[in-house]
């Protein structure tokens, strides 16, 4: 059932298809493309590089890069250096790349010539960044490396590939309850374990298919699909630079592609503009898989009736290398559940107190246990304690399970927001409001949205005499916060209700919701 062939050194992966599949598309963009033979040559290119700049076993590097064939390139070369990629989101803000290369200790970056110049900035205050390597996409000049001129020079000898498969190859960042961005520290065998237990057995992902995916790769789940599963079965994918509900259909239309992963959002939209058509918008695809956030039972059904294609719903989490369940293609499967635990890896669902197995269809924490399971997070000994306890994870999310073993996610312990698959943390938002002119006491909670799942809101209390400028708040939230964090509503209230220990009781402001007046605001791009 496991696939463990699958489960090697990024570097035998490539030099695997480069020898089976040579001439074979890997990766491809609306810019370039590369066969197997070609991405294992650029990858020693680019490693070789990093080897040669100071790079060492362990060090961390950036990519800060949009969805790209650029973007695939830079991380796997890192990993063949030794190195640990870091991947961030293009489209961060300043502050939260500070952050993320600070926290990381990062000694190099891989970027695009329009931000390459905020980046070196940012460099000065960061001494451990030494390296600058740039993908020129446009006629602006290029100070640092230009990755061009990397990975298209042929005589700079072979990288000096290291078998990293359990040492930390990737630090993924992911927002807890805290509000700093934790580093979570990922394994290769880790993230591979996934592929070999299930998107290679379950989905069916094999060296035939030809993936179409829009996911952001600098997330646990697309950088473990999107590019470690579809390198490790030999696939060939089309890497798009974001969701678009226009473009897919135009790409889609001669039936090219086979599989296509997403989140629920993506699914609903692709839904909803097939409403008014009869035509096919799917030809050729056979499997579409979700995750990053729980898939509503009404538009699994509904997407799989109106297009005859599998939608597969899992549940995971960058923790563990993201999947941890998940449905199967055959079989009867109970819209609405995650489906069933990974091969090779354990599940219990206990009381959040007192740690008891619940009994079926009772609700209670879901832990985890095997070998997709992180190291730990990066520089943060007692919340990676705190998380793993006496070999389980605990996921902080609520779940129950049926008589034949369906997992269902029903809440959260955590207080996360997970809007369109994006998590969004409460306290990140309030740390930027409680500062602004005229807030006095504020706090965050997810507010239901009919398509993206919850959105942030943001409650005020505003200083006695003083009234919150709410489209300058926002504006201020714009330049500080990803366009995904910034509050779709704003909401003036009396008081923020709290625990005597000071504690906000968030389930008190999403009940107040239906209630509340709604200050005006100008609502974050969805």
Avoid at 12 to 23: C, F, N, Q, S
Avoid at 250 to 258: C, E, I, T, V, Y
Avoid at 319 to 327: D, K, P, Q, R
Wanted: aromatic share 6%; charged share 20%; proline share 6%.
């Amino acid at each position: 059932m496991i696939q463990t062939e699958l489960i090697v050194p990024v570097h035998e992966l490539l030099k695997r298809h480069a020898e089976e599949r040579p001439d074979k598309i890997s990766f491809e963009d609306e810019r370039s493309s590369l066969t197997y033979r070609q991405l294992e040559e650029v990858t020693a290119r680019l490693a070789v590089h990093f080897q040669a700049s100071g790079v060492e076993p362990g060090d961390r590097v950036a990519v800060l890069l949009p969805n790209s064939v650029e973007w695939v390139v830079s991380c796997l070369a890192i990993v063949r250096a030794g190195g640990i990629a870091v991947p961030l989101s293009h489209e961060a803000t300043m502050p939260e790349i500070e952050y993320r290369l600070t926290d990381a200790s990062c000694v190099a970056v891989v970027t695009s010539d329009s931000r390459e110049l905020e980046v070196r900035k940012l460099g000065d205050g960061i001494p451990s960044l030494k390296e600058y390597v740039t993908v020129q996409w446009s006629s602006a000049p290029v100070v640092g490396t230009e990755y061009r001129k990397v990975v298209e020079e042929r005589a700079q000898g072979i990288p000096a590939d290291a078998d990293t498969l359990d040492l930390p190859a990737f630090v993924v960042y992911t927002s807890g309850t805290t509000g700093k961005a934790k580093g979570v520290l990922l394994s290769t065998r880790s993230m591979l374990w996934v592929t070999a237990s299930c998107w290679a057995p379950i989905a069916g992902l094999n060296q035939n298919d030809r993936v179409l995916s829009c996911l952001p790769l600098y997330h646990s789940y697309a950088l473990n699909f999107a590019v470690l599963s579809v390198l490790a079965v030999g696939a060939s994918e089309y890497l798009m630079d974001r969701y678009s509900s226009r473009e897919i259909p135009k790409l889609l239309a001669n039936g090219d592609f086979s599989v296509m992963p997403g989140v629920p959002t993506m699914f609903h939209y692709l839904l909803e503009g097939a409403q008014t058509s009869t035509a096919n918008v799917l030809p050729g695809i056979r499997l579409c898989v979700s995750a990053g956030a729980i898939l509503p039972a009404a538009t699994n059904r509904a997407f799989e009736e109106r297009f005859g294609v599998k939608l597969l719903d899992g549940y995971g989490i960058t923790e563990t290398s993201t999947m941890v369940t998940m449905n199967w293609p055959t079989g009867t499967r109970p819209y609405g559940s995650c489906g069933l635990p990974l091969p090779g890896v354990a599940t219990r669902i206990v009381e959040p107190v007192g740690m008891r197995d619940v009994n079926v269809g009772e609700e209670g924490e879901l832990l985890v246990r095997g070998p997709n399971v992180m190291k730990g997070y990066l520089n943060k000994p007692a919340e990676t304690d705190a998380a793993l306890r006496n070999g389980w994870y605990h996921t902080g999310d609520l779940a129950r399970f049926d008589a034949s073993g369906y997992i269902t996610i029903t809440g959260r312990l955590k207080e996360v927001i997970i809007r369109g698959g994006q998590n969004i943390a409460p306290a990140e938002i309030e740390q930027l409001v409680s500062v602004f002119d005229g807030v006095l006491d504020c706090a965050v909670t997810g507010s239901p949205h009919e398509h993206l799942g919850e959105v942030p809101v943001v409650f005020i209390v505003q200083r006695e005499g003083e009234t919150v400028d709410v489209e300058a708040l926002l504006a201020h939230c714009r330049t500080q916060l990803s366009a995904y964090k910034v509050p779709h509503a704003v909401h003036i209230v009396a008081e923020i209700p709290r625990t005597g220990s000071g504690k906000v009781m968030r389930y008190k402001l999403r009940e107040a919701l239906e209630v509340v007046v709604i200050a005006p605001t100008t609502q974050a791009s969805s």
